[in-house]
């Protein structure tokens, strides 16, 4: 049997889809932030174990075709500040630069670099003082705390001048010692020419280079001692994929929820949604985005916490709340996030030592989920742990009952994901809301509720939607240099240069020349305006480009993989679903009262139901207010609609 993985790291949560011909199959494993190999090799036994009956990962990785990993790792990373301190190079000329980089966001640069900034003066680099004034500068730098370097300089040769700088680290801290210090010079990494841009880029990249390099070759490491016959690919956030050894950090940000954002685009497709928003609800944060038209929204020059940086990026946002979020009292209400127990210890109600309220403890306190059945029956929930989380964090404090703790938590976190909706996405009348991630479609009416939103679509595949949807993305590479002279010869030349560069690297993908298209385009910069134009196929430089400051070379190698689905499903109430029990739940202003309990799984297309209910399966629990009613379309996902 022929078969793909697809894997996607999580805060607190690792999912794991498996695709073939025969159907799709889920399963999940507890994320294990200290050593992410160890969930990701779990999620291949629990993956095997699915498919086999039986544990047998060196089977599964004998036969598998493909395994795709994405993470929320880097934007968990910028959300919570969690990573290496930053030492900051810049050339003299540039002493207002870090009081402009620090207005874009304060937090996050102060998280980052802080007062570890220093300057060099470029002119000085081919002197003899340029060995003393470098070392005098890093030295200053790994005093402060430095333990990673980024070098960023501005003006007309800022490639030429970081070349320079990296000889002289290069022979004063040769890569062999232990004292060697890891610096990044941003022209590796862009050839951008906004300084800002540049700069935060280049951080951001090493930033998050730390963590994703010692997980991603400690995991390809382990797969090569099972001789598996493909590399692991990495999901990248511009939507395809690459081998770990061809992969920057910065294009791990966010790759999770673009899964998520691919996924909702088929999904649109499939039921003639034109105007979709998402809630990707995982254990740290929410990731919303919007489809409209069939079209995720994507910017080419993207924005990481609303930072311009060098790289397209997917429009996601990412609001610090999630399964895992912490909830406490702050100034007489409740605050959410953006900290985030993560699976380690996990909230209270896991039982592994976790004391913060989460809006797991207040679900599982209002009843909401069934602790012998959570996660598939393969986690016991704890009530007293989570009854003392929510009453200490925020019940006593707030001077609250327990029950009224519960519900203002519940309010308090649909109210900040639907004010984040609105703030990054266009609501109509004819949006719909989709609500996927383990915890997407608990809280998904009431959201939409307070949103103004009428219609919910809960996926088949909800818990693991994000793993689901990267299981058809293209393997690419993208190069881009800048043309040094605005000449048709030039422009042959460096294609040349760039087309042999991408046969390699697509050979290492495991494509022969031939087998992939190649597309090409020139960005001409003129003064801040940028002008994108495609060459299609010709090697002429084109006269209108010629007065322009710089022009930028793009080259795209691409091996398609991505189908698209022409499939129409319809969605119609047929049959009158029967609950399989019922479960006492807090329900607002009716305190508690028995609920009917739907499965998904015992479930057939058209059948429905009205709210209030409960509807859930192995990895999901969704609350159906009064008002709202449901159906299971003929693929076996959930439309949810609100009653006039």
Known sequence: MAFQINIDNGGTLTDVCIMSDEGVKKTKVLTTPYDLSKCFFEGLQKASETLYGAEDVKRLLEEVELIRYSTTQGTNAICERKGPKLGLILDSAATDLPAELRAHDPDIYDALVGGRAAFVDTAILEGAEAEVEVVKTINELTAKGANRLVVSFSGEDFHADEDKVKKIVLRKYPRHLLGAVPVLYASDLTVDRAPERRVWSALINSFLHTSMEAFLFQAENRLRDYRTKRPLLIFRNDGDASRVAKTVAIKTYSSGPRGGMEGMRAFAEMYGFRDAVSIDVGGTTTDIGQCTDGKVAEIRRGNVEGISVSFPL???????????????????????????????????????????????????????????????????????????????????????????????????????????????????????????????????????????????????????????????????????????????????????????????????????????????????????????????????????????????????????????????????????????????????????????????????????????????????????????????????????????
């Not at 012998?372 to 989380?389: H, I, Q």
């Not at 240069?497 to 020349?513: H, V």
């Not at 322009?548 to 119609?572: M, P, Y």
């Open 314 to 644: 997917c429009e996601i946002s990412s609001a610090g709340a999630g399964g895992s979020s912490v909830f406490k009292a702050e100034d007489g209400k409740i605050a959410i996030g953006p900290e985030s127990v993560g699976a380690l210890p996990g909230p209270a109600c896991f039982g592994r030592g976790g004391k913060e309220a989460t809006i797991t403890d207040a679900s599982l306190l209002a009843g909401l989920l069934d602790p012998g059945s959570y996660f598939g029956g393969g986690m016991g929930l704890d009530v007293a742990r989570a009854e003392a989380a929510v009453m200490s964090n925020v019940g006593t404090p707030l001077g609250l009952s327990l029950d009224t703790a519960l519900q203002a938590m519940s309010d308090a976190f649909e109210e900040k994901i639907a004010a984040e909706l609105h703030r990054f996405t266009t609501i109509s009348k004819d949006t719909v809301l989709m609500a996927f991630g383990g915890a997407g479609p608990l809280n998904a009416c009431g959201v939409a509720e307070k949103a103004g939103i009428k219609r919910v679509a809960i996926p088949a595949m909800a818990a693991v939607f994000s793993a689901y949807g990267i299981g058809a993305c293209n393997v690419s590479q993208n190069y881009a240099v800048d043309l040094p002279e605005h000449t048709s010869a030039a422009l042959k030349l460096t294609l040349d240069s760039l087309k042999q560069k991408a046969a390699r690297d697509m050979f290492a993908e495991g494509y022969e020349e031939g087998s992939y298209a190649i597309s090409s385009r020139l960005v001409a910069q003129t003064g801040d305006i940028e002008t994108v134009y495609d060459l299609n196929g010709s090697e002429n430089f084109p006269a209108e480009l010629s007065n322009a400051d710089a022009v930028e070379l793009e080259l795209a190698a691409v091996k398609s993989l991505r189908q698209s689905e022409n499939t129409q499903v319809s969605v119609s109430r047929s049959n009158k679903a029967t609950p399989s029990g019922t479960r006492n739940v807090l329900v607002p202003d009716q305190g508690r009262i028995d609920l009917p309990v739907y499965r998904l799984n015992t479930m057939k297309p058209g059948d429905f139901a009205a709210g209030p209910a409960i509807l859930e399966e192995d990895y999901f629990t969704a609350r159906i207010p009064a008002g709202w009613s449901f159906a299971v379309s003929e693929a076996g996902d959930v439309i949810l609609d609100l009653e006039e």
